[in-house]
């Protein structure tokens, strides 16, 4: 289990230094395939473990130039306010329904990377 954590957190840091993703798009799926989270622990347990991943991650992307500090603390602002409605919804709505919404949310994402890169490409 150890070798597990230790794996997703590695890809985790690896993605979101490379792509700025990592904490809910790869934490969440191994904390629930790999160490048999439930889907609302894994969800919470990232969104600590993205907080020192974040940080370091802009603070070395910072370094070159490319944080733009004051649209980041507007937006961490808002996303607090946004976190606090996520948890109170994450407390009322049925497991089941949280786990398709995830999933959704994901293939939305890859969707759109996929259509963006190929148009960029083509």
């Known amino acids: 289990m150890i070798a597990e954590a230790i794996a997703v957190g590695l890809l985790a840091g690896v993605a979101s230094g490379l792509l700025g993703v990592g904490g809910g798009?790869?934490?969440v799926p191994g904390l629930?395939?790999?160490?048999?989270l439930g889907q609302i622990e894994a969800e919470a347990t990232?969104?600590?473990?993205i907080v020192p991943t974040a940080l370091v991650g802009a603070w070395r992307q910072r370094r070159y130039g490319n944080v733009r500090l004051g649209e980041g603390a507007r937006l961490g602002l808002l996303a607090v306010a946004g976190a606090v409605a996520g948890v109170v919804l994450a407390n009322i709505l049925p497991v089941r329904t949280i786990e398709l919404a995830f999933?959704?949310?994901l293939?939305?994402?890859a969707v759109r990377l996929a259509r963006d890169a190929l148009r960029a490409g083509g």
């Open 32 to 36: 629930v395939i790999f160490l048999g």
């Open 46 to 49: 990232s969104l600590l473990a």
């Open 107 to 109: 293939v939305v994402v």
């Open 25 to 27: 798009a790869i934490i």
């Open 103 to 105: 999933a959704a949310l």
